[in-house]
């Protein structure tokens, strides 16, 4: 059973970079057919795409993000990486990663999440 | 790329059937069939119910469906139970390089 996992620093002051990482488990980040994504969620509010890297590298960013994010993959380890620079109170949230169908585009299945909250 | 728009939130009884819609532009929901359901309980990840429109993963119920109409989809919840109550997002496809948008999602209350 596939399962993805986050993990990173849960607390980032404001002006640097929040650094995630996603460990892919039960199946191999290299599978045809499936982007890599991040997803983010405000508290208390809706879902935000952030962007997808496809395992050989290719990446799909949100274009209101696009000059501060920059989403990576390690195949040798399983995993991918999110980097969002220059963080402000408004970029707390809780981040999620998922497999992205590249044919369908949803999203299953999702890490459980991580609380990130930008504060000095 | 605007978010789509959801109810902020919906209620019903236990038996009951709710639909909950999901308002799109010729854009997104209109122009594509890959809308996508996500049902999200409290401190919980988001899991896939519906995806393409009208399909559904396996294992999830029958009780849940989705369909759309022009620029609108629509999820429909059918014999509500308790454990139903939760927050239910909507997604589609863009066909740009925004790729997808999220509706603001839609608070279910089984009452």
């Known amino acids: 059973q596939l399962q993805l996992q986050e993990s990173g620093p849960g607390l980032v002051k404001p002006s640097e970079t929040l650094s995630l990482t996603c460990t892919v488990s039960g199946g191999s980040i290299t599978s045809s057919s499936y982007f890599w994504g991040w997803i983010r969620q405000p508290p208390g509010k809706g879902l935000e795409w952030l962007g997808n890297?496809?395992?050989?590298?290719?990446?799909y960013y949100n274009p209101s993000l696009k000059s501060r994010v920059t989403i990576s993959v390690d195949s040798s380890k399983n995993q991918f990486s999110l980097r969002l620079t220059s963080v402000t109170a408004g970029d707390t949230a809780v981040y999620y990663c998922a497999r992205q169908s590249e044919i369908n585009y949803w999203f299953d299945p999702w890490g459980q999440g991580t609380l990130v909250t930008v504060s000095s | 790329q605007s978010a789509l728009t959801q109810p902020a939130s919906v209620s019903g009884s236990p038996g009951q059937s709710i639909t909950i819609s999901c308002s799109g532009t010729?854009?997104?929901?209109?122009?594509?069939?890959?809308v996508s359901w996500y049902q999200q309980h409290p401190g919980k990840a988001p899991k896939l119910i519906i995806f393409?429109?009208?399909n559904r993963p396996s294992g999830v119920s029958h009780r849940f469906s989705g369909s759309k109409s022009v620029t609108t989809a629509s999820l429909t919840i059918s014999g509500l139970q308790p454990e139903d109550e939760a927050d239910y997002f909507c997604s589609s496809y863009t066909g740009t390089t925004t790729l997808v948008v999220f509706g603001g999602g839609t608070k279910l209350t089984v009452l």
């Open positions: 010729s854009s997104d929901v209109g122009d594509y069939n890959h």
């Open positions: 890297v496809y395992y050989s590298g290719g990446t």
């Open positions: 393409d429109v009208s």
